[in-house]
């Protein structure tokens, strides 16, 4: 049974990090992997905006996604990032293989389901207009946007979910690069795709795309997850963690590459990112980690971004020797800064330390006046 592939956030473009240029190709595997996945099913295919990483992508990478792309009926949406107020980028080819439908306000019936969807809009108001003019018929709603059933924050959402029309029985979204997401608002269902490759150190490394079949009447899902490039992110904060982490990396991305491989993702994908957090007042640590990975970073083998972690300065090199069988007091001392929240610090080693935690707890609500807690059966006296 043959459906619809969406696929989110693709951020097509030649390089990921502007400060590791050499590692390229995920957007172009992730792609790959979608457009054959299409393939092979017979699926037609919707990408849900940020197609591109540019509104002007480089030749090569326009060329190559129009190519992927070529022999799959494809509908789009463009996101904040590749919109272009006239011919979208996936619609200059005039040789196209298959349909090209740009749906921003359009409704299609692809594989006996009715698609509308609408370009990103920022305005919450012209959002709202634009939502009461989604067709009676349609099915899935199309959208690149952030909801406030994900996002929370009264200013980092464009759009709430109650406001799509009660007869859409599904909206699918773009914009979103997080952990994928979906839910059931006022009877009104909502997913996200999440995005297709990795734009930031902070996103999630597993990436899907969903697909939707309709059998018998009934629109049924499918998550899809996609093969993506080795991630390695490692925390160095004392100086034994450096020697060991130092003794086992080489052999910890050699098995990430080989495992890769093994997965069927390309060499030029399978080279592990490698990202280090380290204290910088562990002695010598920038010399020690490029001893021990220096040649695989020349070689390519490994694409390496050190973070060198701030905190820790120079002038409390003591924290680099603690070692590792660190005291609840050293702990302590290293997350909440004595000077900054001398208060918070003091009943934190307190509790830590005391005897019965109990008797400090009352202790501080005593001298806090903190006496309506609904914790304890303490009586303010
Ligand atoms: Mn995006």
Not at 13 to 40: C, H, K, N, V, W
Not at 41 to 48: E, K
Not at 115 to 138: H, N, T
Not at 173 to 183: A, E, I, R, S, V
Request: proline share 6%.
């Amino acid at each position: 049974m043959s459906g619809i592939v969406f696929a989110g956030d693709l951020h097509a473009s030649p390089a990921i990090y502007t400060s590791l240029p050499g590692m390229q190709g995920d957007s172009e595997f992730a792609l790959q992997q979608i457009t054959d996945y299409a393939r092979q099913h017979d699926h037609a295919l919707v990408l849900l905006g940020d197609n591109f990483d540019r509104r002007f992508p480089d030749s090569g990478t326009l060329a190559r996604v129009l190519e992927l792309l070529d022999g799959s009926d494809v509908a789009f949406i463009q996101g904040q990032h590749d919109v272009q107020p006239s011919i979208s980028w996936p619609d200059v080819s005039p040789y196209t293989v298959g349909e090209r439908v740009h749906l921003n306000g359009k409704l299609i019936e692809w594989k006996g389901i009715k698609l509308y969807g609408l370009d990103c809009e920022r305005s919450r108001d012209k959002l709202a207009e634009k939502l009461k003019k989604v067709p009676k018929d349609c099915e899935i709603l199309c959208l690149h946007q952030l909801i406030k059933q994900v996002m929370g924050i009264e200013e980092a959402w464009h759009l709430d979910i109650a406001q799509v029309p009660e007869h859409v029985k599904y909206t699918v979204l773009g914009d979103w690069h997080g952990l994928p997401q979906n839910g059931e608002t006022d009877g009104r269902k909502w997913a996200y795709t999440g995005s297709s490759t990795m734009r930031s150190i902070s996103e999630p490394t597993g990436k899907s795309f969903l697909v939707a079949q309709k059998i018998s009447d009934q629109i049924g899902w499918e998550r899809v997850p996609l093969l993506t490039r080795p991630f390695m992110l490692n925390d160095v904060r004392f100086e034994t963690e450096l020697t060991t982490w130092c003794d086992a990396i080489n052999a910890a991305f050699q098995k990430a590459t080989k495992d890769a491989l093994g997965k069927g993702v390309p060499l030029q994908v399978a080279r592990p990112f490698v990202a280090l957090r380290f204290n910088v007042a562990i002695p010598g640590a920038h010399d020690k980690i490029m001893a021990a990975i220096g040649p695989s970073i020349e070689d390519g083998s490994i694409h390496f971004h050190p973070m060198p972690h701030r905190k820790f300065t120079p002038d409390s090199p003591d924290y680099a020797n603690v070692g590792a069988n660190v005291s609840a007091q050293a702990a302590i001392d290293e997350s909440i800064d004595k000077v900054i929240c001398p208060e918070l610090h003091e009943l934190v080693s307190d509790l830590a330390n005391a005897p019965d935690p109990r008797v400090i707890a009352v202790a501080f609500k005593h001298r806090h006046r903190v006496y309506d807690s609904p914790l304890t059966g303490v009586s303010s006296g």
